[in-house]
């Protein structure tokens, strides 16, 4: 199967399960770059937040790792670099062909929840969250509010 078959494949069976939270959709020029909108983490410091990703495929998806993972929504995350690039090992040194959209997108929502402060992206966040998560909630509480004037949802199909 062609990565755009994959792909193609990957979102029929998104929009079968009808995720709650959590919507996604390749671009319509191009079915290896996807576009995410996570919509809060109920009962977490991010509920009632939402945060768009931009997920680019490899041409040989899925054999290999996603190009990039990358929340276009600023976000303050021991996981998340300033650039938004996600890191998380299941993501990429540990991918297997057998992985596909929605292990991303479940991967991506777990880890916001119950980010790995062992491997951090961002030090200083890691070094927040675990040192004083008053503050870390706080930044977090303010990012959930940032997060409806900041964030850009793609053109509907």
Request: charged share 15%; proline share 8%.
């Amino acid at each position: 199967m062609t990565a755009a078959r994959k792909a193609i494949s990957d979102y029929r069976m998104l929009k079968a399960m009808n995720l709650q939270n959590i919507n996604a959709r390749p671009n319509e020029n191009d079915v290896l770059h996807w576009y995410a909108l996570f919509y809060g983490f109920e009962s977490t410091p991010w509920e009632d937040g939402v945060f768009s990703v931009d997920i680019q495929l490899p041409q040989d998806y899925p054999n290999s790792h996603p190009v990039s993972i990358r929340f276009t929504t600023p976000i303050i995350h021991p996981n998340v670099d300033a650039n938004g690039n996600v890191c998380h090992n299941i993501l990429f040194n540990e991918w297997d062909p057998s992985y596909n959209i929605y292990t991303i997108l479940i991967s991506i929502y777990l880890l916001i929840i119950e980010p790995n402060t062992n491997e951090p992206a961002n030090p200083e966040i890691a070094q927040l969250y675990t040192n004083n998560n008053a503050e870390y909630n706080r930044m977090v509480h303010e990012c959930v509010e940032n997060s409806w004037l900041t964030t850009k949802q793609p053109d509907a199909e």
